[in-house]
């Protein structure tokens, strides 16, 4: 696997080795030991996530201000962007967003730590979506940042209208959004 860190350092870019021929392919999606030499610390999954989402479907920015969890995520079906926003206010590069293609061509994942929003946007026809969290989903500790902020004016790449559940069109500005210290 290659790793590689992305603009805001703490999140990652991971490349799997791929063994294929006529048969189809083989590669190696986790590996504990790996992935923590890599992040610098342990860390522990506790829940997997699986969705699918039709063309031009946007999710996020969610987080949770309490139960934070980091998630490793990659897509099984389709392409997506991929998105992580740091809200961490000591960070050097709290505000600001990296995103990344995923999909199965690439069979890329990302590492988005605890203390970041995230969200992707669906490029493909449709998409299946699967990620492990390092805590487990609290609705109740569940906040999320407009997709749209313009203090945020992340780069989707569409040019139409995405959609968005009504949960996410109500997402509250940077400015106005919890944040992690």
Known sequence: MRFTRLAIPDVLLIEPRVFGDERGFFYESFRQDVFEEAVGRKVTFVQDNHSKSGHNVLRGLH??????QGKLVRVVVGSVFDVAVDLRRSSPTFGQWVGEVLS????????????????????????????????YYAPEYERCIAWNDPGLAIAWPTSDQPLVSTKDEKGASLADAEMFS
């Open 104 to 135: 199965a061509e690439n069979k890329a994942q990302m590492w988005v730590p605890e203390g970041f929003a995230h969200g992707f946007l669906v490029l493909s026809e449709s998409a299946e979506f699967v990620y492990k969290t390092t805590n």
């Open 63 to 68: 987080y949770q201000i309490k139960q934070p």
